[in-house]
């Protein structure tokens, strides 16, 4: 009986043991909207315009220690970290910033085209539950703070 006791006392101090599990923020929110036009206020994201900027030929980067690195991950939905969606007549870019560093602004880049690129920084703030940017430039404009949360994070560029 003292036998089965013990046993039974070990199996139940054994299961009662948790492993202390890395914790990983349960909320991303690393998006900015993008609407793209020219001087004209022609939309340069419809692929119907012939001088618009197509999927296909955007690259996106991140700067990951130091280096830059083109964005293709093959097995995501969006391999480029972006998307681009018609929304009410209108086409949008939906682009997922770099923000693989808590210490220090992350940088992306969007290349419109061979001479063309966008310089997009953030700096953001993590915790347990939550990654979150507090600041947005844009070719080093500050276009957006933690303090304008109730404004969305979108942008109109004229190229």
């Known amino acids: 009986m003292k036998t089965t006791f013990y046993v039974f006392l070990v199996v139940l101090l054994f299961s009662s043991c948790k492993k202390k599990e890395d914790k990983m923020a349960s909320n991303i929110d690393r998006k900015v909207e993008i609407s793209v036009q020219d001087k004209a206020g022609n939309d340069l994201l419809n692929p119907s315009n012939p001088n618009a900027y197509l999927y296909e030929n955007i690259k996106t980067y991140y700067v990951i220690n130091g280096v830059k690195e083109e964005v ?4 995501y939905d969006n391999p480029k970290n972006f998307m681009i969606y018609e ?6 870019m939906r682009l997922f910033l770099n923000m693989a560093n808590a210490d220090s602004p992350d940088i992306t880049y969007v290349q419109w085209s061979e001479n063309n690129t966008d310089t997009f920084k953030c700096e953001s703030s993590h915790n347990d539950m939550l990654i979150k940017i507090t600041k947005l ?4 404009s500050l276009v957006w703070t933690e303090a304008d949360y109730s404004i969305d994070r979108s942008l109109l560029i004229v190229k």
């Open 72 to 75: 293709n991950n093959a097995n």
């Open 87 to 92: 929304k009410d007549g209108k086409y949008l």
């Open 137 to 140: 430039w844009y070719n080093d």
